[in-house]
């Protein structure tokens, strides 16, 4: 069973950078089968599918038209997790940040396993 | 764009079937299957049914999911006090090139 771990910093001023990382264990972040999502829930937003990163013999990445001037996703093999990077953050994106996971490969499935979520207020 | 529509509140009492809907509203050619997940206060998400009606191992029989075009439903019988919870639907969507989410129906067990 995969678990996934989110941790960063839960307070952000406006127009600084958002980084959060996603620890993972049990599975390894280069599997050629599994896909590594951000995911984020406010109440006004819902909950709201940011990006994700997979390997297929390289490093794939797609982001969310609304965020994808801002967002940067990107793994770390060394220590087997991967980021979120969301620069100049506004009040908008104060929201509890969650990873997950999609282990079947086809990159249309479903999310198999979340982080527990992480609060991040923008303030 | 694709949008998916859910009734934002639901309810029954324990034994009762309840059934949750989600309208898929796209332009997206290629029918990607709908996948549901329960949330529970304070927690995660976790995927109840996936590929419009598969259970996860560990998810009881008393769930079910079904898909007719461009309307999908979960539906739960055997009501418990524990089943209360929001419940979300979600599929990929080629011309987004992105996951969308309904907008989740909260279930109340009177």
């Known amino acids: 069973q995969v678990q996934l771990q989110e941790s960063g910093p839960g307070l952000v001023k406006p127009s600084q950078t958002l980084s959060l990382t996603c620890a993972i264990s049990g599975d390894s972040v280069s599997s050629n089968s599994a896909v590594w999502n951000w995911i984020r829930q406010s109440p006004s937003r819902g909950l709201e599918w940011l990006g994700r990163?997979?390997?297929?013999?390289?490093?794939?990445?797609d982001y969310a038209s609304s965020v994808k001037s801002r967002l940067t996703i990107n793994a770390d093999t060394s220590k087997n997790q991967f980021s979120l990077q969301l620069k100049s953050v506004t009040p908008e994106d104060t929201a509890v940040y969650y990873c997950a996971n999609d282990l079947t490969g086809a990159l249309w499935d479903y999310f198999d396993s979340w982080g527990p979520g992480t609060l991040v207020t923008v303030s | 764009q694709s949008v998916l529509t859910q009734p934002p509140s639901a309810s029954g009492t324990p034994g009762q079937r309840v059934s949750i809907s989600c309208s898929i509203g796209s332009s997206d050619i290629v029918a990607h299957p709908i996948s549901w997940y329960q949330q529970l206060p304070g927690t995660a998400p976790k995927v109840l049914m996936y590929?419009?009606?598969q259970r996860p191992s560990g998810v009881p029989a008393r769930f079910s999911g079904s898909r007719s075009g461009t309307s999908a439903s979960l539906a739960i019988s055997g009501l418990r006090s524990d089943d209360e919870a929001d419940y979300f639907c979600a599929k990929w969507d080629d011309s987004l090139r992105g996951w969308v989410f309904g907008g989740g129906t909260k279930l109340t067990v009177l």
């Open positions: 990163t997979y390997y297929r013999s390289q490093w794939y990445h």
């Open positions: 590929r419009n009606d």
